[in-house]
């Protein structure tokens, strides 16, 4: 891993930010869109940014800024575009490695795929370019999948609010630039917690949508329900301008669905409070530290400040950590497995083990995961005839050392595998429904805390609302 000049924590990187880079997405896009700065002025001014703060982070290790120039010098949006929702009026933004952009390697973090060139950007890049956004960079990531975002590659990102500590991930790159204002947007995909992880542990949001709400770049798993495409940004507000930007139906993805009629901004624009939320420290399943279980409990209490009734009755998630490990076991045997025949040697072991994992089930092993998941999804749905929504911690421990390649126990309670500490995301995943993760505090130590809620199925519009509510209620500006 890398070893980065700086490794005390680093307060100014998150708040010294002025001018066109201390702006939300939101407002940016609004700037642009009156003609009050060109697309250049802000291309020009996170190339600035990115420079002066990435040298400690390493965030964005690929960087296309000279080519972002040209485009932002020859950007010119028609009229009908402007009134389109989720256009982005020549807003940069960065891109995650685990999508194609057109000139750029994906590689996903590994060294098998460092000079895989992308020929063309992947459908979900592709949308937000025709959306009017600019990709400028591209966004680190651990190798392959995972939570701490190092790879052999790049090497280490780490957090702006503590240098010697992880930003999460696999989205960990996306969130590390939005909390340090390189940028104003980041796509991320979410499998286990992807992009709620590393949005809790570096203090800002992140949504995964309802599966099939982003179309999602070609894969040899199309029919695959656990893995979504979804947006990161610095507040909820900005989640819903990328998710108006990214939503559309798009037949190369099978789960696709159609854009709802509503635009996403209008819930963060005139937000409708829950009227019923169930808090929970741990969803019923394994360890937590008490600091994070206290502030987000705390934060959840607020909601009751816009009327909602806060209370305890949870689903019961018993069988949710099997079954998320052998889908995910089965989903890595499917995508990853045949690199073991070829390039065993060059791959991270925690991968290795998880592909042999996979390659090692059975179909009953399959099968009972299934049922545990329709019972699950059969009892959340239930609880989702009372409540808005469900919240819960994004995760049970603050961000770990970056040396650490994952937390081996959690208050005293020792785990079991390399992904056993991100259970608070990975089981809501199994679920399909939409999750936001919203920074609600900061432990004694400056870490930053993440609050998740969950909604109904096909509830990103209302839960957007929720968020926005509980964002206003915390008040952390």
Same mark, same amino acid.
């Not at 800024?65 to 929702?85: G, I, L, M, Q």
């Not at 199309?222 to 979504?228: I, Y």
């Given at each position: 891993?890398?070893?980065f000049?700086?490794?005390q924590?680093?307060?100014?990187?998150?708040?010294?930010?002025?001018?066109?880079?201390?702006?939300?997405?939101?407002?940016?896009?609004?700037?642009?869109?009156?003609?009050?700065?060109?697309p250049?002025?802000?291309?020009?001014?996170?190339?600035?940014?990115?420079?002066?703060?990435d040298?400690?982070?390493?965030?964005?290790?690929?960087?296309?800024?000279?080519?972002?120039?040209?485009?932002?010098?020859?950007?010119?949006?028609?009229?009908?575009?402007?009134?389109?929702?989720?256009? $982005? /009026?020549?807003?940069p *933004?960065?891109?995650?490695?685990? &999508?194609d =952009?057109? !000139?750029?390697?994906?590689?996903?973090? %590994?060294?098998?795929?460092?000079?895989?060139?992308?020929?063309?950007?992947?459908?979900t890049?592709?949308?937000?370019?025709?959306?009017?956004?600019?990709?400028?960079?591209?966004?680190?990531?651990?190798?392959?999948?995972?939570?701490?975002?190092?790879?052999?590659?790049?090497g280490a990102?780490?957090?702006?609010?503590?240098?010697?500590r992880?930003?999460?991930g696999?989205?960990?790159?996306?969130?590390?630039? $939005? /909390?340090?204002?390189? *940028?104003?947007?980041?796509?991320? &995909?979410? =499998?286990? !917690?992807?992009?709620?992880?590393?949005? %809790?542990?570096?203090g800002?949001?992140?949504?995964?949508?309802?599966?099939g709400?982003?179309?999602?770049?070609?894969?040899?798993?199309?029919?695959?329900?656990?893995?979504?495409?979804?947006?990161?940004?610095?507040?909820?507000?900005d989640?819903?301008?990328?998710?108006?930007?990214?939503?559309?139906?798009?037949?190369?993805?099978?789960?696709?669905?159609?854009?709802?009629?509503?635009?996403?901004?209008?819930?963060?624009?005139?937000?409708?409070?829950?009227?019923?939320?169930?808090?929970?420290s741990?969803?019923?399943?394994?360890p937590i530290?008490?600091?994070?279980?206290?502030?987000?409990?705390?934060?959840?209490?607020?909601?009751?400040?816009?009327?909602?009734?806060?209370?305890?009755?949870?689903?019961?998630?018993?069988?949710?950590?099997?079954?998320?490990?052998?889908?995910?076991?089965?989903?890595?045997a499917?995508v990853?497995?045949?690199?073991l025949?070829?390039h065993?040697d060059?791959i991270?072991?925690?991968?290795v083990?998880?592909?042999e994992?996979?390659?090692?089930?059975?179909?009953?092993?399959?099968?009972?995961?299934?049922?545990i998941?329709?019972?699950?999804?059969?009892?959340?749905?239930?609880?989702?005839?009372?409540?808005?929504?469900?919240?819960?911690?994004?995760?049970?421990?603050?961000?770990f050392?970056?040396?650490?390649?994952f937390?081996?126990?959690?208050?005293?309670?020792?785990?079991?595998?390399?992904?056993?500490?991100m259970?608070?995301?990975?089981?809501?995943?199994l679920?399909g429904?939409?999750?936001?993760?919203?920074?609600?505090?900061?432990?004694?130590?400056?870490?930053?805390?993440?609050?998740?809620?969950?909604?109904?199925?096909r509830?990103?519009?209302?839960?957007?609302?929720?968020?926005?509510?509980?964002e206003?209620?915390?008040?952390?500006?």
């Amino acid at each position: 891993m890398s070893d980065f000049a700086g490794s005390q924590s680093s307060p100014s990187l998150i708040s010294e930010a002025e001018g066109l880079c201390g702006l939300t997405a939101f407002d940016a896009v609004g700037v642009l869109r009156k003609g009050e700065a060109s697309p250049l002025d802000f291309v020009d001014a996170a190339i600035a940014r990115i420079e002066q703060a990435d040298t400690q982070i390493n965030a964005l290790p690929q960087r296309r800024f000279e080519e972002a120039r040209r485009y932002a010098k020859a950007f010119r949006p028609d009229a009908d575009r402007k009134a389109r929702p989720g256009w $982005l /009026a020549g807003l940069p *933004i960065a891109v995650k490695d685990y &999508n194609d =952009l057109a !000139g750029l390697p994906t590689t996903y973090g %590994s060294p098998i795929f460092a000079r895989n060139v992308a020929r063309s950007s992947d459908v979900t890049v592709a949308r937000l370019e025709a959306q009017g956004a600019i990709p400028l960079a591209k966004s680190n990531v651990p190798e392959f999948a995972g939570a701490n975002t190092f790879n052999r590659v790049f090497g280490a990102t780490r957090n702006p609010h503590d240098l010697k500590r992880t930003v999460g991930g696999s989205s960990g790159g996306s969130a590390a630039a $939005l /909390a340090t204002s390189m *940028i104003w947007l980041a796509t991320g &995909n979410d =499998l286990g !917690g992807s992009l709620r992880i590393p949005a %809790s542990f570096c203090g800002i949001a992140g949504m995964r949508p309802s599966v099939g709400r982003v179309p999602r770049p070609m894969s040899v798993v199309p029919f695959d329900p656990l893995w979504v495409e979804g947006p990161m940004g610095r507040c909820v507000a900005d989640l819903a301008l990328m998710l108006d930007a990214q939503a559309h139906f798009d037949p190369r993805d099978p789960l696709s669905a159609p854009v709802p009629a509503r635009p996403f901004s209008e819930a963060a624009s005139h937000p409708r409070p829950p009227q019923r939320v169930a808090y929970t420290s741990n969803l019923g399943l394994g360890p937590i530290e008490p600091e994070i279980a206290a502030i987000c409990e705390q934060a959840a209490q607020r909601l009751a400040d816009a009327g909602a009734s806060i209370d305890g009755d949870v689903p019961d998630f018993s069988g949710g950590i099997e079954a998320f490990h052998i889908l995910r076991a089965s989903l890595m045997a499917s995508v990853r497995g045949p690199l073991l025949d070829t390039h065993r040697d060059e791959i991270n072991p925690d991968i290795v083990w998880n592909i042999e994992v996979g390659l090692g089930q059975s179909g009953m092993d399959i099968a009972r995961a299934e049922r545990i998941r329709g019972s699950l999804f059969e009892r959340v749905t239930a609880f989702f005839e009372t409540h808005d929504a469900l919240a819960c911690p994004t995760v049970a421990t603050t961000p770990f050392l970056v040396e650490q390649r994952f937390p081996t126990e959690i208050n005293g309670q020792v785990l079991t595998s390399y992904i056993d500490w991100m259970y608070l995301t990975f089981v809501l995943t199994l679920l399909g429904c939409p999750v936001i993760s919203v920074p609600v505090g900061k432990t004694k130590s400056g870490l930053p805390v993440g609050l998740q809620l969950m909604g109904r199925p096909r509830g990103d519009f209302e839960l957007l609302g929720y968020a926005r509510t509980l964002e206003q209620v915390v008040n952390l500006k």
